[in-house]
T-cell receptor, first 115, second 116 residues
Framework: GENVEQHPSTLSVQEGDSAVIKCTYSDSASNYFPWYKQELGKRPQLIIDIRSNVGEKKDQRIAVTLNKTAKHFSLHITETQPEDSAVYFCAASGPRPGSARQLTFGSGTQLTVLP | DTEVTQTPKHLVMGMTNKKSLKCEQHMGHRAMYWYKQKAKKPPELMFVYSYEKLSINESVPSRFSPECPNSSLLNLHLHALQPEDSALYLC???????????????FGPGTRLTVT
């Protein structure tokens, strides 16, 4: 099955700096890669996703890049703000023979933005 | 309506109790999911329903029993739970999880379950 590894597990940055979180996946059939942000006590919230037919996607201060050859994808947050502090999870999904699609999550990154 | 709702928000139950968690969505989604999440860990998939049929059971103990009465509702029936089952139980939905396209998965707020 799919295996997703996520690094780093914790990340502290100064307000205004950039933050980068990296994930690798094992199954070359995976073709959908969402990122979720989870604040303490809240639900995971989809913040951006990318499909395997593109290499990069941006939404304001957030961007995701995908390298299919190397099987890794990254989340980039620019001009970080204290409200960006949360746990971020990457995930991967793709067609599975004889089975419905499911997300495989990375282990999460605790991002702390210091004022 | 672009939201997945879950009730109750919090639940405390003894090991001999029977209780149910409820999940509802009105986005016309045909795939619904139950996840269990422990503190500082990613969501762990328990069950997947696709077009109201159970399509994935990730070897979950029988003390957890899912039910999908219709395309908008998903229940999780709990019986004879153990203290280690205490966790945040998340429901999610997506437009579909079969066919060629991948669809975004949206989570409900979760039920914080404590088993005493």
């Amino acid at each position: 099955g799919e295996n997703v590894e996520q690094h780093p597990s914790t990340l502290s940055v100064q307000e205004g700096d950039s933050a980068v979180i990296k994930c690798t996946y094992s199954d070359s059939a995976s073709n959908y890669f969402p990122w979720y942000k989870q604040e303490l006590g809240k639900r995971p919230q989809l913040i951006i996703d990318i499909r395997s037919n593109v290499g990069e996607k941006k939404d304001q201060r957030i961007a995701v890049t995908l390298n299919k050859t190397a099987k890794h994808f990254s989340l980039h947050i620019t001009e970080t703000q204290p409200e960006d502090s949360a746990v971020y999870f990457c995930a991967a999904s793709g067609p599975r023979p004889g089975s419905a699609r499911q997300l495989t999550f990375g282990s999460g990154t605790q991002l702390t933005v210091l004022p | 309506d672009t939201e997945v709702t879950q009730t109750p928000k919090h639940l405390v139950m003894g090991m001999t109790n029977k209780k149910s968690l409820k999940c509802e969505q009105h986005m016309g989604h045909r795939a619904m999911y139950w996840y269990k999440q422990k503190a500082k860990k990613p969501p762990e998939l328990m069950f997947v329903y696709s077009y109201e049929k159970l399509s994935i059971n990730e070897s979950v103990p029988s003390r957890f029993s899912p039910e999908c009465p219709n395309s908008s509702l998903l229940n999780l029936h709990l019986h004879a739970l153990q203290p280690e089952d205490s966790a945040l139980y998340l429901c999610a939905s997506s437009q579909s999880n079969t066919g060629r396209a991948n669809h975004e998965q949206y989570f409900g707020p979760g039920t914080r379950l404590t088993v005493t």
